[in-house]
């Protein structure tokens, strides 16, 4: 089995900045692509960030030029360094990785979500 444990969120004043992780465990032998989707109240789950292997990033224009992900191949990790923080941010964010190959199959998989509040 594999499962992605999330870690970093909290809260922020605006303005502020913080760090999102997120690893994945099992027995994992390669990760097509690994991103970052939130979801704010009352609102659809809607991509943030997303990183292949090959390092192809894609990012939601709303967070465009303030938030950057990156990832440890080695570690099967990959983060969110989110700066320049708005209120409009505040969500739950969710950590997936997509197209795992694992030693017992493969699949797509979803992190429990870690809240981030962006408020004075």
């Known amino acids: 089995q594999v499962q992605l444990v999330e870690s970093g969120g909290g809260l922020v004043q605006p303005g502020g900045s913080l760090r999102l992780s997120c690893a994945a465990s099992g027995t994992i032998l390669s990760i097509n692509a690994m991103g970052w989707y939130r979801q704010a109240p009352g609102k659809q789950r809607e991509l943030v960030a997303t990183l292949t292997s090959g390092g192809s990033t894609n990012y939601a224009d709303s967070v465009k030029g303030r938030f950057t992900i990156s990832r440890d191949n080695a570690k099967n990790t990959v983060y969110l360094q989110m700066n320049s923080l708005k209120p409009e941010d505040t969500a739950v964010y969710y950590c997936?990785?997509?197209?795992?190959?694992?030693?017992?199959?493969?699949?797509?998989?979803w992190g429990q979500g870690t809240q981030v509040t962006v408020s004075s």
């Open positions: 997936n990785a997509d197209g795992v190959v694992y030693k017992l199959g493969f699949g797509d998989y």
